[in-house]
């Protein structure tokens, strides 16, 4: 998107702490832009918690909840809250609308 690689991350879970998603997804980039071993080693090394930094919230998009447990229990009597009806729009408004921005954000 506008010059810039973007990769999709699936994260699985039932509750994430505060950032860390956001840690996560930093470590990840770190470790393609070839950083990523040296932070770990660090950190493992370290007798205390060590700073982990935080992927930029702006560049963090919800794509897709997955409710595995309430689709296997409940989607038959209530109906599914996927919203697969609507993923066509769903896509297409991240391309034109999102995606573009998260690029420019990322450009200056």
Known sequence: VGGRWFVPLLYKGQ????????????????EMRGGGADAIRLALASPRVATIPLAPACALTLHRCYYSA??????????????????????????????????????A
């Not at 509750?15 to 770190?30: E, G, P, T």
């Not at 989607?75 to 599914?80: I, T, V």
């Open 15 to 30: 509750s994430f702490m505060l950032h860390q998603i956001r840690k996560m997804s930093s470590m990840a980039v770190l």
């Open 70 to 107: 309430y689709e296997k229990k409940r989607a038959k009597e209530r109906g599914s809250v996927h919203f697969e009806h609507a993923a066509e729009q769903q896509l297409a408004f991240l391309t034109a609308h999102i995606y573009p921005h998260i690029a420019r954000r990322d450009a």
